[in-house]
């Protein structure tokens, strides 16, 4: 293509892109932001940052919830300050991806969901529906979980008990959306500082080497397979599905000015905006990290203590940190752990919403959309918990993770295609190398949830009694299949001119 073609194919898809931008008035996505949408000034400056400042922190809550404690805890106990590099790894890679996202509501004034309903035949659509919310209730199984777990700690709550007053109590703080989003956003924000509030104060008793822990963030290191393991989990863990869903959604909850200059301001404001609020949420990781690393390899513990760091989950953690550091530090930890799964649980449930109205247009009573969600969640958890215990709890945890190692392909994938097309994106369109480095990104993903699903594929053949060898095979063969397939189906449209990239 020659340079005069190619400029004047470039006014083209900005004119496109400006006349379907302006018309994105569709009716039922107004019906649910009418109430809720926020005016943005036009003036540049901290009140306009302000008025974008939110939809991040909800999107942040993934990065903290109980799943990513374990994790963290668990590379902490085993490899103190190794892995921390791989955090900050993740939070980098997490940053990117949730920058399309946001991108993808601002420019478009439409939802990933809305997108896929759109763009793919109907089967293809309800087989991403279906995927979709398997991996809200996945993500959320954690979540209500390690609510128990922290309600257990605090109050010597039966586990089972915590299970369902985890899903009462979410219903009861998704109540304040009938007050408008900005008050649920703040209420999220107060429950991520309680979060940090905890993990700081107790990094202050820990006696952390701030060294180690510059060197663990700057210098990459892999001393064993196991670190292998554990760092495909931090980097897993970090990147969750629904979040895709969520992020271009809540962005719509702004009311951003539709011409190009308002959008262009749209999407640099909510990057800088998720920016702040995925810093916070790494810096609560390495927190919990080195507090465990400095924990466990501190001198005077007990058999007991090395027994628990050599195995930690979120069970066993107060009891150490109780003995290691004081009564007040397990309070702290269970204090922290709760906030995070309640938060988790909040913003769970708002991305089963989208994704159920995205998908497939339902139009359900806020109240009936949250407790559909919810029930479907806690029976799982529930079951677990009044069988199995604690164990099965964990148990339950490990399946979660499983399914969720199938699922980042079909929310990521159509991200990329969507992001890539010049006529929804106009200027904001993916270039080249952000395209295939994103979708580099997420095949090795995909990889890494498989080789870290190999741990989930043994937990879950001793807790069924199937033959681990069939249930990885079998895992292998549907991962391998499935990811080929969405990707060729994703990009089919663009192999013959890939010069529109």
């Not at 109540?175 to 429950?191: C, D, H, N, P, T």
């Not at 989990?233 to 979040?243: D, F, Q, T, W």
């Amino acid at each position: 293509m020659r340079p005069s073609e190619e400029v004047q194919q470039q006014d083209k898809n900005i004119n496109n892109y400006t006349r379907i931008s302006s018309n994105y008035d569709d009716l039922d996505v107004q019906r649910d932001l009418n109430v809720t949408q926020i005016t943005v000034p036009e003036k540049q400056g901290l009140r306009k940052l302000l008025a974008y400042l939110g939809p991040g922190f909800l999107v942040a809550i993934a990065y903290v919830d109980p799943g990513n404690f374990e994790s963290d805890l668990q590379a902490g106990a085993l490899y103190k300050y190794e892995l921390l590099w791989v955090l900050l790894l993740a939070t980098i890679s997490g940053a990117l991806i949730q920058s399309l996202a946001s991108n993808l509501g601002v420019v478009t004034g439409k939802h990933l969901a809305e997108h896929c309903r759109a763009e793919y035949p109907t089967e293809i659509n309800y087989i991403l529906w279906v995927l979709a919310e398997l991996a809200v209730v996945a993500s959320d199984i954690p979540e209500v979980i390690g609510t128990a777990y922290a309600l257990n700690m605090l109050f010597h709550l039966p586990l089972w008990l915590g299970v369902i007053l985890a899903g009462f109590s979410t219903l009861i703080f998704l109540a304040l959306q009938q007050y408008g989003v900005r008050k649920l956003e703040l209420f999220i924000s107060f429950l991520v500082l309680t979060i940090a509030s905890c993990f700081f104060v107790e990094i202050k008793y820990a006696n952390i080497s701030i060294h180690k822990v510059i060197e663990g963030l700057f210098i990459p290191k892999l001393s064993s397979h196991g670190a292998t393991g554990i760092a495909i989990s931090l980097l897993g863990a970090m990147v969750m599905p629904h979040n895709l869903f969520l992020h271009s959604a809540l962005v719509l909850s702004r009311k951003t000015p539709r011409t190009v200059q308002g959008i262009k301001d749209g999407c640099r404001y909510n990057i800088i905006e998720c920016s702040l609020a995925l810093l916070l949420s790494f810096a609560i990781n390495v927190a919990v990290v080195s507090v465990s690393g400095a924990v466990c390899s501190s001198t005077g513990l007990s058999d007991e203590d090395k027994k628990n760091c050599s195995s930690l989950d979120l069970n066993h953690a107060p009891f150490l940190l109780k003995h290691v550091l004081g009564g007040w530090s397990s309070t702290l930890f269970a204090i922290a752990l709760l906030a995070s799964g309640q938060s988790s649980t909040i913003t769970g449930t708002y991305a089963g919403q989208y994704v159920m109205q995205g998908f497939l247009q339902l139009r359900f009573a806020p109240w009936a959309r949250n407790l559909l969600t919810r029930c479907v969640a806690i029976v799982p958890s529930l079951v677990a918990a009044l069988i199995g215990g604690l164990r099965g709890a964990g148990k339950l945890i490990i399946i979660s993770s499983m399914i969720l190692s199938f699922e980042l392909p079909f929310a990521l994938l159509p991200l990329l295609k969507f992001t890539s097309n010049n006529v929804k994106m106009g200027p904001h369109v993916n270039s080249k190398k952000e395209l295939w480095w994103s979708l580099s990104l997420a095949l090795s993903l995909q990889k890494g949830a498989d080789f870290m699903s190999l741990k989930s594929i043994l937990g879950l053949a001793c807790f069924t009694k199937v033959s681990a060898t069939f249930l990885a095979h079998f895992h292998n063969i549907i991962a391998h299949f499935l990811t080929s397939w969405h990707a060729f189906t994703s990009f089919l449209p663009y192999l013959g001119s890939m010069e529109e990239f």
